[in-house]
């Protein structure tokens, strides 16, 4: 049975969730809607060559990205889940800006050292500050999903 809230004071905070609601599924469907437009250019000019480290980095970034934007359409709906689907829901998405995250860095990291030629102290520092931020980002989500059960929807 539908529980309707109708106590003025939660008319600001439910104007704000149809907001943020309304602003996931637009921005979710651009990035499956730019997904379809250039697939055909994708395969052509990234899937079809001989693949290297940059180019599974790029794959991994852009198809966790379009899962993610799937996942945040389906978190909006209004139809009933079962616990274990809105855990793995919950779960995918705390999780993936950090790993997008992680393979950002690194991706950054092999640009920046090309560009310095090789350059072993600064490779070492870049390497070190990307796991120091990577560490702090994964602990920080630790901490968040402590005491997470699917019951606190």
């Known amino acids: 049975m539908t529980v309707v809230l109708d106590y003025p004071s939660l008319w600001p905070f439910i104007s704000y969730n149809s907001l943020i609601n309304h602003f996931i599924a637009a921005s979710s469907t651009v990035v499956v809607y730019d997904w379809a437009l250039t697939f055909g250019q994708e395969f052509e000019l990234i899937l079809s060559q001989r693949w290297s480290f940059m180019t599974v980095l790029y794959i991994c970034v852009r198809y966790i990205g379009i899962l993610f934007s799937v996942i945040n359409i389906l978190s909006i709906l209004p139809v009933s889940i079962t616990d274990v689907v809105r855990t793995m829901i919950w779960y995918i998405g705390i999780w ?55 019951r606190k929807f």
């Open 96 to 150: 993936t800006p950090v790993i997008v995250n992680g393979l950002l860095g690194v991706t950054m990291i092999a640009r920046i050292n090309a560009m310095y030629h090789g350059s072993k102290k600064l490779l070492i520092f870049l390497v070190v500050t990307l796991l120091a931020c990577t560490i702090a980002s994964g602990v920080m989500v630790v901490i968040e999903n402590l005491d997470f059960s699917a």
